[in-house]
């Protein structure tokens, strides 16, 4: 069982920045390809970014391409969503997520296809 512990939520004013981590209990997680999903109240989640376990094959939605980079490091199983340019629409719970990849270069966008969820961290962003 893996267990994922999101942190590094706040508030902030828009225009300006945010680093969330994602801490991983086990260490097989090396291996598994991590995402970041986020829902606002009253919306759907939504994908964000998702990291292949090599962590060269990335994944953005449309929204944050160009502001927000996810990354990762496997020596501590941690991995992490660095957000810029916040926007008032980028508030919400954000989760980070966790599959062993079917494939290598998997770095899936829908939410129901990963197996293991954090509890969340909050984002609000001020305009």
């Known amino acids: 069982q893996v267990q994922l512990v999101e942190s590094g939520g706040g508030l902030v004013q828009a225009g300006e920045s945010l680093r969330l981590s994602c801490a991983a209990s086990?260490?097989?997680?090396?291996?598994?390809?991590m995402g970041w999903f986020r829902q606002a109240p009253g919306k759907e989640r939504e994908f964000v970014a998702a990291i292949s376990w090599s962590g060269s094959i990335v994944n953005y939605s449309d929204s944050v391409k160009g502001r927000f980079t996810i990354s990762r490091m496997n020596a501590k199983n941690t991995v992490y969503l660095q957000m810029n340019s916040l926007k008032p629409e980028d508030a919400a719970v954000y989760y980070c997520?966790?599959?062993?990849?079917?494939?290598?270069?998997?770095?899936?966008?829908?939410?129901?296809?990963?197996?293991?969820w954090g509890q969340g961290t909050q984002v609000t962003v001020s305009s």
């Open positions: 086990a260490r097989t997680v090396s291996t598994y390809t």
């Open positions: 997520a966790a599959r062993n990849a079917p494939f290598s270069s998997w770095v899936g966008s829908t939410g129901n296809t990963y197996y293991y």
